[in-house]
């Protein structure tokens, strides 16, 4: 029990600086599949995350929306995203308007925003500064990925990434949502994934090429 | 010491009278040239004294002039007098036969005038001790500098930049003479002590203006970005020993006398004084250098690493003011040392590196280092002066440039301690200066490389001669001054602590952080021995040709040139240089077989268009507006008197 | 005595190097499926090298044989100041690691010189390309030590090593993390490794380093090989001192010392295996790509400082 406490209290020290490496190795990314792996490792640690806190406050329904956690997003959306890319035979790059160091700049000055915009409430709040920084930042992060890659999957890959900044700081503040709540979010990402997958294949099929950036000419 | 100090600075004003009698003769001039030199080396004797051994002087004026003029030599005066005489008498061994060469009749009678002239002036500013002397002999600088310009030549463009010179020059006199003038409630004769007395006594509000006057005045005089337009233009138009004055010495007044208001007469301030010539200092030192990687021509690429180094000094002060301005002056003192010392260096290896120039001028007759190439066989001592100056301008070890840029670096480094935002920004501010120097380093590379090595590419760089004895010499005991200073800095430092300690209080530096000048030497030693092992472990040489891929000849066209070496940083930093590029193809029409093609590249200087124009149009624009003013009707006029009139009895009734 | 095993680490990194190099190509060999020299080639290289004559090109200065040993010996210099089986190095003061990146600059210029003064147009070539890398690296490879130096309230490189050595392995620091990313990037461009530049091109149109050297031959070609290799260790050497540095002694005794090299060695093993996997599983970039890379370095390493002052 005292290796379990042990693990349990590095991972609750340590998952805001492995958080933070995993958004920034994701603006400097320049293949799709890196950004996958990526949101996977990300998902794997606020699994940790919500592990060490289920044992630090014995709370059973916490382990059951780690499980959850655990077999939706960090093994089926990655494979189905994955095998979405494959079987798309599209260029694996990711097609981006900032060059690499400029997104790693960007992305780091939104670290720091974050940090400067929890300031206020952390008298009120008692959390974890570091953890609630880490969960706006991906936050933010989703968004500038959503903004800066014009690559339709890239959209996606996003939307993710956004949502598990949502899903953190939910957890971080008010110790998770009610557990039906939970599922149901969980479900309706899967749903999302694959519907998307599926407008991705009618993207490419219809107009032959996967930019968003070129779906201006929808306007009427 | 004090009749020796009267001495010096009465003959700096007597030998132009004895130079426009000697122009005759030969052997006259020779006599001048050299008493010019012995006087130099007297007043770099009576500087030496009051640098080392702390003697004063004094020589009160105030007799023959309407204000209160009066001459003094404290510690910081003799520093800076001592960096004047150090670098002025090899400029003068270095003129003797430069000037005999390049110069005859009316021009050279004028040269050698003007030159103890311009000097006298410089001295009267650095050992001024009330405010009337100080810009007595400031306008003085102004003036006999731009007549040292004019002794090559005024044709329509010279006169332009001489114009702009002049110009920038005033303007920023009157902002350093509005500076001078605030001091005026709390000391009526405005000498220095009661300047001092008064500084302290000052409202926040008062020091504030103060700072921002006298920023702003001396920046323009010593080239801070975006004041710094006049420097490209004027520093390359003069003969070359003169060009390494102005640019060696001359800029180094403007430090002294930000250094002399800021920190000795108004004793620091608030912390965003420290913040601003941060900034001023950190964009010179980036904006400097990359413009001078872009230059090909050697006097203006030189200038604009003149405008870099007073970017690095500015870091050193503003480092120096935050520490003050936060309560911690023995780091402060660290802070100003490195920027002092920069400055001695800079004069030191600028000048240096501007009798090359003038030296390559001479046997080669081009400044562009486009059409040089392989003169380090041809002149070896001039090629191994100027290495030395390479060297020390890009703060490599062992040479003095790295121990001035050692102690800023450390002064940031001990920035961590003070509160936030200082020690998030002094820290930053590392990256900054080593930017600088990466960058500067890249530009000597490609200085040196292609003017000193590799093959001729012109006939005049194939048949250069080395320069005559007093040149060499001249290159020789600068060079041996960087080499000193950069292996045992100690000599310099220990005196110059104690010359900022006579304004920042404070506990005495740390031994500990002064060891870094005891450990230089072992390094130096270290690599001394190194180098004389790998050297002498002699083995075979045989000369062959250059690999060319087994193509049977290379000609000097193949080498890489300035501008090609400089590409990959000028595309990097497109943003800065917005060039401009224009491809003309003739004839037109046919696409494959044209008989020429010309390429033109041009770079826009951001600044001009940003910053210059629109203020320009906005003051020509308010000058319209107060044309209107002017009708030319003589009962108008009298009517502005009549209410000028009104205006002033309505005042006094209600003051 | 700990001024004697100072010098020993020292003798030990300059004398080792050759094998670091020789270890990272022997892997990166197997990791291609082939046999590979084995790891003491590089000393039969150099070794056969100092046996030949040098040949100078007619056009070349005096400058062209002094850049070689002012390389070596400036690269030597900076040896003195990492901390390697102790944490005292043989040279430590505050802020020495400042003189260590400025040493390794002075080798860098002095061979840019040498390659200038060659008269062929690849001298040119490289001395302009590693301007525009080794500009751009400064500023990382000092803001990450400058970041970690201020955590550890020490300014000396031996001074962190001692503080990291009394601290807890376990525990992740947002800063270290950051510093150890910028300075590995850093690491790589500095020793011109793959991304940045491949060591082992024969392609002109592709080379950093090697177009420097290309006219180099005999000892002055030898002094030049040893001392990139001596730069490789001795930033390998900086990234274990500054990051890991658990298994130096505290003490002088024989089982330290033991314990020490064993560490040394493993240490250095491990990292020349990350390089080979590293340097054959990444292309190289293309040259107007590694401003970008080091765009990344410098923006970690602004981070890095940020933090300092953020997660107190």
Redesign the interface.
């Given at each position: 029990m005292g290796l379990v406490h042990f693990a349990a209290e590095k991972t609750l020290a340590s998952s805001a600086v492995l958080l933070f490496i995993t958004v920034l190795m994701m603006a400097a990314a320049r293949r799709i599949s890196t950004c996958i792996m990526l949101f996977a490792a990300q998902c794997a640690i606020i699994t940790a995350q919500i592990l060490a806190m289920a044992y630090v406050h014995r709370s059973p329904e916490a382990y059951a929306i780690a499980g959850f956690m655990l077999v939706i997003k960090v093994l089926t959306i990655p494979y189905a995203l994955s095998w979405i890319v494959e079987k798309l035979k599209a260029p694996r790059d990711v097609t981006a308007s900032t060059t690499p160091a400029q997104s790693v700049f960007i992305v780091s000055a939104l670290i720091l925003l974050s940090f400067f915009a929890i300031g206020p409430y952390m008298q009120v709040l008692r959390v974890d500064e570091d953890v609630l920084a880490a969960a706006i930042t991906l936050v933010l992060t989703g968004a500038f990925l959503m903004v800066s890659r014009t690559k339709a999957l890239m959209q996606v890959i996003g939307l993710l990434v956004l949502e598990n900044g949502i899903f953190l700081a939910a957890l971080v503040t008010t110790f998770g949502m009610p557990l039906i709540i939970e599922i149901g979010v969980l479900f309706d990402l899967l749903m999302g994934v694959f519907l998307m997958g599926l407008f991705v294949f009618r993207i490419r099929d219809t107009f032959d090429h996967l930019d968003v950036s070129k779906l201006r000419k929808l306007r009427g | 010491m004090e009749i020796a100090f009267h001495f010096f600075v009465a003959s700096l004003f007597v030998l132009p009278f004895a130079a426009v009698a000697a122009q005759r003769s030969r052997m006259a001039r020779a006599v001048v040239t050299t008493a010019f030199f012995v006087v130099l080396v007297a007043g770099a004797i009576v500087a030496a004294r009051g640098f080392w051994a702390g003697e004063a002087a004094v020589w009160d004026l105030s007799a023959f002039a309407p204000f209160p003029f009066a001459l003094a030599l404290d510690r910081l005066s003799a520093f800076f007098l001592l960096l004047i005489c150090v670098v002025a008498a090899p400029v003068t061994l270095f003129s003797g036969p430069y000037v005999e060469r390049h110069y005859g009749g009316a021009p050279r009678t004028w040269l050698w005038a003007l030159l103890p002239l311009f000097l006298g002036s410089m001295v009267v500013v650095v050992t001024a001790s009330t405010a009337f002397a100080f810009l007595f002999g400031w306008e003085l600088m102004t003036l006999f500098s731009a007549g040292l310009i004019l002794v090559d030549g005024d044709s329509d463009e010279r006169r332009h930049n001489l114009f702009i010179y002049l110009l920038m020059m005033h303007a920023g006199a009157a902002a350093v003479v509005a500076a001078f003038l605030l001091f005026l409630p709390g000391a009526p004769g405005l000498g220095f002590g009661a300047m001092r007395a008064a500084g302290s006594a000052m409202s926040p509000v008062m020091k504030n203006a103060l700072f921002l006057l006298a920023f702003i005045g001396f920046g323009a005089k010593a080239g801070l970005i975006p004041l710094h337009l006049w420097l490209p233009r004027a520093h390359p138009m003069a003969p070359s020993p003169v060009s390494a004055l102005m640019s060696g010495v001359m800029l180094k007044t403007a430090i002294y006398g930000f250094v002399r208001i800021a920190f000795d007469l108004l004793g620091g301030g608030a912390p965003w004084w420290g913040y601003v010539v941060l900034a001023a200092g950190a964009v010179s030192g980036v904006l400097g250098v990359l413009y001078a990687i872009a230059e090909h021509d050697l006097k203006r690429l030189l200038a604009y690493h003149s405008v870099e180094n007073i970017g690095i000094i500015y870091l050193g002060l503003g480092a120096a003011l935050l520490f003050l301005a936060h309560g911690a002056p023995t780091w402060a003192t660290l802070a100003l040392l490195g920027a002092l010392l920069h400055t001695l260096n800079h004069a030191v290896f600028k000048s240096l590196l501007f009798l090359g120039a003038g030296a390559i001028g001479h046997s080669t007759h081009t400044l562009d280092i486009e059409e040089l190439g392989g003169l380090q066989k041809l002149m070896p001592v001039t090629g191994a002066a100027f290495l030395i100056g390479c060297c020390s301008i890009v703060g490599l070890p062992l040479f003095n440039g790295f121990v001035s840029e050692w102690m800023i670096f450390r002064s940031f480094l001990a920035g961590s301690t003070l509160a936030d935002p200082a020690s998030v920004l002094l820290p930053m501010m590392t990256g900054v200066l080593a930017l600088i120097g990466g960058l500067a380093a890249a530009c000597f590379a490609k200085v040196y490389g292609v003017a000193f090595l590799g093959r001729p590419r012109s006939a005049e760089a194939e048949h250069a001669v080395e320069v005559p004895l007093p040149m060499r010499g001249a290159m020789a005991i600068l060079a041996a001054f960087c080499v000193v200073i950069g292996v045992a800095p100690a000599i310099v430092l220990n005196p110059l602590a104690a010359a900022i300690q006579t304004f920042v209080p404070g506990t005495p530096l740390l031994h500990e952080q002064l060891r870094f000048a005891h450990v230089l030497p072992w390094i130096a030693v270290a690599v001394a021995a190194l180098m004389l092992l790998t050297m002498f472990a002699r083995t075979a040489v045989r000369l062959t040709a250059t690999w060319a891929c087994g193509l049977p000849k290379l000609d000097s066209r193949m080498q890489y040139t300035s501008t090609a070496f400089s590409k990959p940083l000028r595309t990097v930093f497109a943003q800065v240089y917005r060039p401009t590029r224009v491809v003309e193809v003739t004839p037109a029409g046919e696409t494959y077989f044209p008989t020429a093609i010309s390429y033109r590249s041009a770079r826009t200087t951001s600044y001009e268009r940003l910053l210059y124009r629109p203020a320009l149009n906005v003051i020509v624009a308010g000058a319209h507006i107060l044309r209107r003013l002017q009708t030319g009707n003589i009962q108008i006029y009298l009517l502005y008197i009549f209410l000028a009139l009104l205006a002033l009895m309505l005042g006094m009734r209600f003051a | 005595m700990t001024a004697a095993i100072s010098i020993l680490q020292a003798l030990l990194l300059i004398v080792a190097a050759p094998l670091v190099r020789g270890t990272i190509a022997r892997l990166k060999a197997i990791l291609q499926n082939r046999r590979g020299a084995s790891v003491w080639r590089p000393y039969a290289d150099l070794l056969k090298l100092?046996r030949k004559?040098?040949?100078?090109?007619?056009?070349?200065?005096?400058?062209f044989?002094?850049a070689p040993?002012?390389v070596?010996?400036?690269t030597?210099?900076a040896v003195?100041f990492v901390p390697v089986l102790h944490a005292a190095a043989a040279?430590s003061?505050?802020?020495?690691f400042?003189?260590l990146?400025?040493?390794l600059?002075?080798a860098?210029?002095f061979l840019?010189?040498g390659?200038?003064?060659?008269?062929?147009?690849?001298?040119?070539?490289g001395?302009?390309?590693e301007?525009?890398v080794?500009?751009?690296?400064?500023?990382?490879?000092?803001?990450s030590i400058?970041?970690v130096?201020?955590v550890a309230r020490e300014?000396s490189l031996s001074g962190i090593a001692r503080w990291s050595l009394a601290q807890d392995p376990?525990?992740?620091?947002?800063v270290h993390?950051l510093a150890f990313?910028a300075l590995a990037l850093v690491a790589i461009a500095e020793t011109g490794r793959i991304p940045v530049d491949n060591p082992t091109t024969h392609l002109e149109l592709t080379m950093i380093h090697e177009a420097m050297v290309?006219?180099y031959s005999?000892?002055s070609l030898a002094?030049i090989e040893w001392a990139s290799s001596v730069k490789l260790s001795l930033v390998l050497a900086l990234l274990v001192a500054l990051f890991m540095p658990w298994g130096m002694m505290a003490s002088p005794s024989a089982l330290g010392m033991a314990l020490a090299i064993a560490a040394f060695l493993l240490k250095f093993v491990l990292l020349a295996a990350v390089v080979a996997v590293g340097e054959s599983s990444i292309a190289k970039l293309r040259?107007?790509l590694v401003?970008?890379?080091?765009?990344?370095a410098?923006?970690?390493?602004?981070?890095a400082?940020?933090f300092?002052?953020?997660?107190r």
């Open positions: - | - | 100092f004559e040098d040949l100078v090109p007619t056009t070349a200065s005096s400058v044989r002094v040993r002012a070596f010996a400036a030597v210099a003195l040279l003061l505050a802020g020495d400042i003189i990146v400025y040493l600059a002075l860098r210029f840019m010189l390659a200038m003064d060659g008269g062929s147009s690849f001298g040119g070539m001395a302009s390309r301007a525009l080794s500009t751009l690296a400064e500023a990382p490879f000092l803001l400058t970041a130096a201020i300014m376990s525990r992740i620091s947002a993390v990313a290309l006219e005999g000892p002094w040259m107007y401003p970008d890379f080091l765009g990344v410098s923006a970690l390493a602004i981070l400082v940020v300092t002052a953020v997660m």
